[in-house]
């Protein structure tokens, strides 16, 4: 009854339940590092991102005014304001003078301050301190407060991220860093492949078969075997420490994918087109250009999807042969391995770097996505 038009056979379903099980598995953690990117320190240690739409009960220090804004009122010293910033509407539920009993108070009742006078605390954060002397000393009295703060969205995240200067957090160095180094690893291998693709699919030469699984064999070796002896010979002959060593790094270890997949799908397309354009004159490096490159676009957007993201996500390359002491071509990778290492507890920040770091290949990503399917099954079913 399964193969009967019209109905769906049990398999069908587990795929489908499959699949959108691994979307959801991808889409919620993207979605989190999105909205953690927005939020501020205190939020995100008191709750998770899924809650970033609820209030948040925290707990906050704060700090009264300074004794120098005190004024005498029927022979009585009073300090007066809120507790809170400019517009911070909260709701304070517990409050205390010490960091031992920081839930002492209620909203509404006086405490006793260590250096004398009295200090009563509303739950809107309103407090008016008292004391018959003067109050003494630079700065205001702590006051920790349990309060519930409605939800905050904030772009100084990345505003400290991307376009602070002179700071240990700015990634906008290590963003351009990552595209110098992303877009040449890209485009070379391509045309390199491109050239070898062709010779390998359409033109006859000795060793030819021996060429193309080599080829293959190349595709299983990691690339941990060649990091080392490919250093020592970058620097014997001058590129280990720019960009020039880390493209061709990049390259070397690209080009039997791309060689791979680009002689797939070139050697599938029709023999009679290219015999015609042979007949008709056209010389091969015509007919490449002309017919072979336009028509194996799917395929060339594959490879580039695939070797854009593998370039852009790396760490292990830049470091081994990208070496700057100074940082000034970090990248953003081993930027975010820099603030994992300074400021672990920063949470925001890592958040905001990570997801700047993804937001581009997404964007490559969502843009060619098209082409990817028809790239890698080009050349598996004749």
Do not use: C
């Amino acid at each position: 009854m399964s193969d009967i038009a019209g109905t769906k056979p049990a398999l069908r379903w587990v795929v489908h339940a499959s699949v959108l099980f691994l979307v959801v598995l991808w889409v919620v953690p993207t979605l989190g590092l999105l909205i953690s990117s927005f939020r501020t320190a205190d939020q995100i240690a008191t709750s998770g991102w899924w809650r970033s739409l609820f209030p948040s009960e925290q707990n906050l220090t704060l700090r009264s005014a300074a004794p120098e804004t005190q004024v005498l009122e029927n022979g009585i010293y009073v300090i007066e304001g809120n507790l809170f910033d400019e517009g911070t509407k909260a709701t304070i539920s517990k409050w205390g003078i010490s960091s031992r009993a920081i839930d002492a108070f209620a909203p509404g009742e006086t405490a006793e301050l260590r250096k004398g006078g009295t200090i009563t605390v509303d739950a809107a954060g309103n407090y008016r301190m008292e004391n018959p002397d003067e109050f003494t000393g630079s700065r205001g009295s702590r006051v920790f407060a349990t309060a519930e703060l409605p939800p905050e969205f904030t772009l100084a995240n990345y505003h400290k991220v991307l376009l602070a200067e002179d700071s240990t957090d700015s990634m906008g160095r290590a963003f351009f860093n990552t595209l110098t180094v992303t877009i040449p690893a890209t485009i070379i291998p391509i045309l390199v492949a491109a050239f070898a693709a062709y010779a390998l699919a359409w033109m006859d030469f000795p060793g030819r078969a021996l060429i193309i699984a080599a080829v293959v064999g190349l595709l299983v070796v990691p690339l941990q075997l060649a990091l080392i002896p490919l250093l020592k010979f970058h620097l014997n002959i001058g590129i280990g420490k720019g960009y020039l060593g880390v493209w061709m790094a990049h390259t070397g270890f690209g080009l039997p994918l791309a060689i791979y997949l680009l002689r797939n799908y070139m050697a599938g397309l029709p023999r009679d087109l290219i015999e015609n354009a042979r007949v008709d004159g056209a010389t091969e490096f015509q007919i490449f250009t002309k017919l072979i490159l336009p028509l194996s676009f799917p395929a060339l957007a594959s490879f580039a999807i695939f070797q854009f993201l593998w370039t852009w996500n790396d760490l292990l390359v830049a470091k081994v042969f990208l070496i700057d002491a100074s940082g000034q071509t970090t990248v953003m990778t081993n930027r975010i391995v820099e603030l994992l290492g300074t400021r672990g507890g920063n949470w925001e920040i890592l958040a905001t770097a990570a997801f700047v770091s993804i937001i581009v290949p997404l964007i490559v990503f969502f843009a060619m996505q098209k082409y990817l399917v028809r790239g890698l099954l080009a050349g598996s079913v004749k």
